[in-house]
């Protein structure tokens, strides 16, 4: 363990331009070491209304071209300084060092993405003379942004990039927006903030309030000035938020239980490659983890063994060591519980193919096998490395265990048949298929979101959040 010692960071909520202080504060622990690294203002629901209030009473008269321009400012500064938000991020969620620069370069990406789009215009033009009653009239459209503010609100597992697949799109598109970053990795979201706003982002645009969801939430969530909610975390908040959204838009982008499905017709070596980086990257803390191995009966024993070792070969240790391949899971009780499912799922009579070894935060990349489908290692939302590989004969099998899930997310399908795979792809439950890659591959300009208990089927992704970012307004001219 390395005996450096960590700065403090003291930190608090961006309001309208300031850092307010806060009578109560938060701790920000790094989880491979319990170290406190963040000490954090806790706000309060009376911060909520000032932050809402200094939103509601700004419209930006930002051009596009401007708006471009911070974008790719922001870009540029957040390249400059990649090492520092890749630290941490590390330093706040324990995920290695690996994680978080490729973390740090997808946020690059959602910057670079958006100010693209928002060069476009995306408005459409109608001829009025196409029917009898529409005369000699010119209709064209207007994307404008919300007249209210947006609130989002961020999980832990990409403290960077969650954050900045919300505030981006946002911007681009003219909003103001709330956000409330997860308490236990507010750190990489506060200096995001800040280098939006070195950028050039009017600080109304973009203000964070840091604390306690109890204290919060219902601040942010009834209060009238909010037009919209864009949420992303578990099913069960994300429920409880569409019980309070009422009469507005929200964005629920939802958690799951992704299969990987590996048929007889694959190359099982370059499988088990792909499996175990989609079940273990981001020490398996990602919504479109592999979190079902579902393998044909014929080959199980020998994908299972290629797995096995391609599992020993993944490092794990020291989060700050850039050799490392796996850092910690969140904090030492989400360890213990990822300990507790696999241990049940041995109970009900699978067996540890390798790894099931925790040493506080960190839990050892692990193979569970043979797995039912009703085993709660596979029926709940493990967020942690373990491949769990359940057995299917057929496809019509595979499409059925992994359709039986509450979630529908993302899924993988390994084969080399491409009428195999299309059978998948129509077959599947799920909001993105991906033939031969991992289910968390993206672009973040794709459209991405999930079914079921993974969200209402709205999709995110920079283009489809400006176009939910937005409203149309339809206006007529008497021209032809
Ligand atoms: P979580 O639901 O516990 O928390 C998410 C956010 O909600 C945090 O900011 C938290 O403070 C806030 N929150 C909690 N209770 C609240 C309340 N009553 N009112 C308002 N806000 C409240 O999720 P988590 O543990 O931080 O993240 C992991 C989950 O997120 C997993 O289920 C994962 O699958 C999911 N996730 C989904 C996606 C996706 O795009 N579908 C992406 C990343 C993570």
Known sequence: MSTEVLAVREEGPRIGGKRPACAAAIEVRYPHTGEVIGIVGRATAADVGQALAFAAGFRSTLSRYERHRILVRARELIEGRANEFARLITLESGLCLRDTRHEVRRTCDVLQCAANQVLAERGGVYPGDVTESGGARKIFTLTEPLLGVICAITPFNHPLNQVAHKVVPAVASGNRVVLKPSEKTPLSALLFADTLYAAGLPPE????????????????????????????????????????????????????????????????????????????????????????????????????????????????????????????????????????????????????????????????????????????????????????????????????????????????????????????????????????????????????????????????????????????????????
């Open 205 to 480: 645009m973009l203000q964070v309030v840091t604390g306690d969801p109890a204290d919060l939430g219902a601040a942010l969530l009834d209060d009238p000035r909010v037009s919209m909610i864009a949420f992303t975390g578990s099913s069960t908040v994300g429920k409880r938020i569409a019980d309070r959204a009422g009469y507005r838009r929200v964005i629920l982008e939802l958690g799951g239980i992704d299969p990987a499905i590996v048929c007889d017709d694959t190359d099982l070596a370059v499988a088990a490659e792909l499996v175990a980086r989609g079940a273990y990257g981001n020490s398996g803390q990602r919504c479109t983890a592999i979190k079902r191995v579902l393998v044909q009966d014929s080959v199980a024993a020998e994908f299972t063994a290629l797995l096995v070792a391609q599992t020993r070969r993944w490092r794990t240790g020291d989060p700050l060591d850039p050799e490392t391949d796996i850092g910690t899971v969140i904090d030492e009780a989400s360890a213990t519980r990822i300990e507790a499912t696999v241990a049940g799922a041995v109970r009900a009579g699978a067996e540890i193919a390798c790894g099931g070894t925790r040493n506080g935060a960190h839990y050892a990349p692990t193979v569970v096998e043979p797995v039912t489908p009703d085993m709660s290692l596979v029926t709940e939302e493990v967020f942690g490395p373990v491949a769990p590989i359940v057995r299917f004969a057929d496809d019509a099998e595979a499409i059925r265990i992994a359709n039986s899930c509450r979630y529908a997310l993302s899924a993988s399908v390994l084969t080399r048949d491409l009428n195999r795979a299309f059978g998948f792809v129509t077959g599947l439950h799920a909001g993105n298929v991906n033939i031969a890659e991992v289910p968390g591959y993206r672009l973040e300009s794709m459209p991405f979101g999930g079914l079921k208990d993974s969200g209402l089927g709205d999709k995110e992704g920079v283009v489809e959040a400006m176009r939910n970012y937005t409203t149309v307004k339809t206006c007529s001219l008497p021209w032809l």
